[in-house]
C-alpha cells in the first residue's frame, strides 16, 4: 500500500513537472515578445491556413541582397474563419508588408499582427486580443474599437 502511495505521488509529481511547458507552448506572450514589432516586406512563398497553427513563409531580401527565409505563425484555421478574416488575400507570390512579433528565442520566426497585401488590404489577426477580461469580441473591429473607445 505504502509503495502504491509513493508511485502514485511520484508519478502525479512528474506530471505536473512536465505539464507547464505544454501549457505554455500555446501562449503567445511566452514565445514572442510583445513589446517587439517588427515591418518586414517580402515575397510570400507558402501559405498555409491549418491547426493548430497557421504558418506564412517569406522570403524577405536584405539590403544586401541575400534572401532569408522567415516563418511567420498564424493564428489557427479555425479562429481565422470564424472571425471573417481575409485569409484568401495572403496569396503566394504576392508582396507584402507584415508587422509581426519577435520570436525571443529563434531567429527568422515571428508572429503575425498584420499584413498589408498589394490591393492596399490590411489583413488583421486579432489573437489573444479578442477576448478582454470578460468581454468578447467578435471581430477585429469591434475589438479596436472599444479599444479606441476607453
Known amino acids: 500500500m505504502i509503495r502504491g502511495l509513493y508511485v502514485f505521488f511520484f508519478l502525479m509529481g512528474f506530471l505536473n513537472f512536465f505539464s507547464g511547458p505544454v501549457l505554455a507552448h500555446h501562449s503567445v506572450p511566452t514565445n514572442y515578445d510583445m513589446g517587439d514589432v517588427s515591418k518586414l516586406i517580402g515575397i510570400v512563398k507558402e501559405v498555409d491556413i491549418r491547426n493548430p497553427h497557421s504558418l506564412v513563409i517569406l522570403d524577405v531580401t536584405n539590403p544586401d541582397g541575400t534572401v532569408i ?21 495572403v496569396r503566394i507570390g504576392d508582396t507584402v508588408t ?10 527568422h520566426v515571428a508572429y503575425l499582427r498584420d499584413v498589408l497585401v ?4 490590411i489583413v488583421r489577426d486579432c489573437g489573444a486580443g479578442i477576448y478582454r477580461g470578460a468581454e468578447y469580441y467578435a471581430t477585429c473591429e469591434d475589438a479596436e474599437n472599444s479599444a479606441s473607445d476607453n
Open 98 to 107: 507584415m508587422n509581426v512579433l519577435s520570436h525571443r528565442r529563434v531567429e
Open 69 to 89: 527565409e522567415w516563418l511567420i505563425e498564424w493564428n489557427d484555421g479555425n479562429a481565422l474563419r470564424r472571425r471573417g478574416v481575409p485569409i484568401d488575400k
Open 118 to 121: 498589394p490591393d492596399g488590404t
